[in-house]
């Protein structure tokens, strides 16, 4: 709240628009006093960011199909690590699907249909790295 202009152009990211646009919000008393409430009600501002919203994009314009059980990811949260990193979790393989993600007990009609279109299939290590470089390599 307290940063000049400058510094906020400074951070990686950050613009001059953008900076410009952050520096007059918080030159405005009432936003200021929005922050302080949420401060006094307990809003922990120095916790990390949510990962979700700093993730590098390796998986952009990629479609990647989950089944089975995994054991490090929910279903949900496989999907969202996926979407987090620009990627598409989709409930069907189609011959746009980067990789088939199989976990304990996959199911046999997607398994069959990623044998067809020749789909690679992946553990849940090589998912994983996949996350991590957007490589199957």
Do not use: C, W
Not at 16 to 39: C, G, M, Q
């Amino acid at each position: 709240m307290g940063s000049s202009e400058e510094q906020l152009a400074a951070v990686n990211g950050i613009g001059p628009t953008t900076a410009k646009s952050v520096y007059e919000y918080f030159a405005d008393e009432h936003h200021r006093a929005i922050v302080e409430k949420l401060r006094a009600a307990g809003l922990n501002f120095s916790a990390p960011v949510n990962e979700g919203t700093l993730l590098e994009q390796t998986l952009t314009g990629k479609s990647v199909v989950i089944t089975g059980s995994l054991t490090g990811f929910t279903r949900e949260s496989a999907e969202a690590a996926v979407k987090a990193r620009g990627g598409k979790a989709t409930g069907s393989v189609s011959k746009s699907t980067m990789a088939v993600v199989l976990g304990d007990a996959p199911g046999a009609n997607k398994v069959t249909k990623a044998e067809t279109l020749g789909i690679t299939m992946i553990d849940e290590a090589t998912f994983v790295r996949l996350l991590e470089t957007g490589s199957l390599e």
